[in-house]
């Protein structure tokens, strides 16, 4: 997969606090279960150690990710985006004909939080918001196959 992985500087910081907590003191508290467990001898019957070695791989497989991501993103600067049309970075409120205003922020891939109102440029409505003005009307279409439209009222 050649396309870059765009992130905000946020979403770049946040991986590389949670790459040094992996890489320090998780990978250490690992390392300390899998001694004591060796220690403790017949390591074919010991649930201690299978599960140390199941959460070491996941740890290492985790940190190859976030370290993937870090290689291949392309960061997109917070403060000199555009409001003329969505982009990520943007905060955006839409509008579904006889529903609430909603905002959402475009945000990378890695950063989407439903939670907090971010959604990935490459989520169905991330990708129909992208390159839209102020009044126009974008579609997108659901994992379920159903479409949407909505008016998009304000970006910031």
């Known amino acids: 997969m050649n ?9 770049k910081s946040q991986l590389e606090q949670e790459l040094a907590v992996l890489k320090g003191p998780r990978r250490d508290e690992i390392s300390s279960r899998l001694k004591s467990a060796i220690e403790m ?5 010991n649930a201690d ?7 070491q791989g996941f740890l290492e ?3 190859q990710e976030i370290e993937a991501i870090l290689y291949r993103a392309e960061i997109i600067e917070e403060s000199p985006i555009s409001n003329d049309t969505v982009q990520i970075g943007n905060q955006v409120t839409i509008q579904e004909e006889g529903e ?9 891939v890695n950063e989407a939080d439903l939670k907090n109102h971010k959604i990935s440029y490459l989520s169905p409505i991330g990708s129909a918001l992208i390159d839209k003005k102020v009044g126009d009307i974008a579609e997108a279409t659901l994992p ?8 998009i009222l304000k970006i910031e």
């Open 61 to 63: 497989g985790r940190i």
């Open 100 to 108: 609430r205003e909603e905002t959402w922020i475009i945000v990378g």
């Open 49 to 55: 150690y299978k599960a140390a070695k199941e959460d």
């Open 3 to 11: 396309q870059p992985l765009y992130l905000t500087p946020t979403g």
């Open 144 to 151: 379920n196959g159903s479409k949407i439209n909505f008016r």
């Open 41 to 45: 001898g017949d390591l074919s019957e």
